[in-house]
């Protein structure tokens, strides 16, 4: 079962147990086709919808989906979301994130921040060249630059601290 916020307005539930969707309680009949890898063609009630996936972060579990001509920003809590806001506890609030640390050996190609810039959760900080690949490295949190502790050229290790956050 997952939770959906719809431009960050409504809040439906659907479910894909079955042979067909449910959503908020109540079957959802349509025929869906997929036509490649990010369009979709659906009838429902006698409508017909072209449906094309823009932007998936799989990470931060949001689509932004163009339906027929209309944009939608769409939010997924899974049931672990779900379990977790229960709680009374949050994903995003469980741990507070110290450090960006190196996810594998790698050349820092570019770095665009310096101590005392303000970023935001996603926003890119490096990008680490690791087997002929380029990795942009984002944020994992809101926060303050205390220490960049690498600089552009430099090799890092796997686990090497790149930057601090205050």
């Given at each position: 079962m997952f939770r959906?916020?719809?431009?960050?307005?409504?809040?439906?539930?659907?479910?894909?147990?079955?042979?067909?969707?449910?959503?908020?309680?109540?079957?959802?009949?349509?025929?869906?086709?997929?036509?490649?890898?990010?369009?979709?063609?659906?009838?429902?009630?006698?409508?017909?919808?072209?449906?094309?996936?823009?932007?998936?972060?799989?990470?931060?579990?949001?689509?932004?989906?163009?339906?027929?001509?209309?944009?939608?920003?769409?939010?997924?809590?899974?049931?672990?979301?779900?379990?977790?806001?229960?709680?009374?506890?949050?994903?995003?609030?469980?741990?507070?994130?110290?450090?960006?640390?190196?996810?594998?050996?790698?050349?820092?190609?570019?770095?665009?921040?310096?101590?005392?810039?303000?970023?935001?959760?996603?926003?890119?900080?490096?990008?680490?060249?690791?087997?002929?690949?380029?990795?942009?490295?984002?944020?994992?949190?809101?926060?303050?630059?205390?220490?960049?502790?690498?600089?552009?050229?430099?090799?890092?290790?796997?686990?090497?601290?790149?930057?601090?956050?205050?």
């Open positions: 959906a916020s719809v431009d960050d307005q409504e809040s439906i539930e659907i479910d894909f147990s079955g042979d067909q969707p449910v959503v908020n309680g109540q079957p959802l009949p349509w025929d869906l086709v997929r036509l490649n890898d990010r369009t979709f063609h659906i009838i429902h009630q006698n409508r017909s919808y072209t449906a094309e996936i823009l932007q998936l972060d799989q990470a931060e579990k949001t689509v932004s989906l163009k339906i027929n001509q209309s944009i939608h920003q769409i939010k997924l809590k899974d049931r672990f979301d779900l379990l977790l806001e229960q709680m009374g506890m949050s994903s995003a609030n469980l741990t507070k994130i110290n450090d960006i640390k190196a996810p594998m050996p790698g050349l820092i190609l570019s770095l665009s921040l310096q101590p005392g810039d303000v970023i935001r959760k996603g926003d890119p900080v490096l990008i680490l060249e690791a087997m002929k690949m380029e990795n942009v490295i984002k944020s994992p949190a809101d926060g303050t630059i205390k220490t960049v502790r690498i600089n552009r050229g430099q090799t890092v290790e796997k686990n090497q601290v790149l930057v601090e956050f205050q």
